[in-house]
């Protein structure tokens, strides 16, 4: 419970917010921040950025957190292509 709680307020502290939109693919969704920023989501939790670097995702109550590197992503939208990731331990 506490690394949900520790990464939630990373999620807070650190995240790019906005959605431009999503698209599904058959590797899980690519996902376009209002910002730009392209995050490559995969069904088997893993992330990735456009232009370098890798991670992962997980569900929360009502947004996707993706952690790449040192920096962390909220996706308040949900791609309905995406299965449920857990919070990473």
């Known amino acids: ?13 650190t995240s790019s917010y906005g959605l431009a939109g999503h698209v599904c693919n058959q590797n899980g969704a690519v996902v376009t921040m209002a910002d730009g920023t392209e995050l490559y989501l995969g ?5 990735a950025l456009k232009g370098g670097g890798t991670g992962k995702w997980w569900n ?5 957190g993706v952690q790449i590197g040192d920096k962390t992503y909220m996706v308040r939208e949900e791609p309905d292509c995406l299965p449920f ?5």
Do not use: E
Not at 43 to 47: G, I, Q
């Open 60 to 64: 929360a109550a009502s947004f996707i």
């Open 1 to 13: 419970m506490r690394r949900l709680l520790i990464s939630l307020a990373a999620v807070l502290a």
């Open 43 to 47: 069904k088997n939790c893993d992330a």
């Open 85 to 89: 990731c857990a919070t990473p331990s």
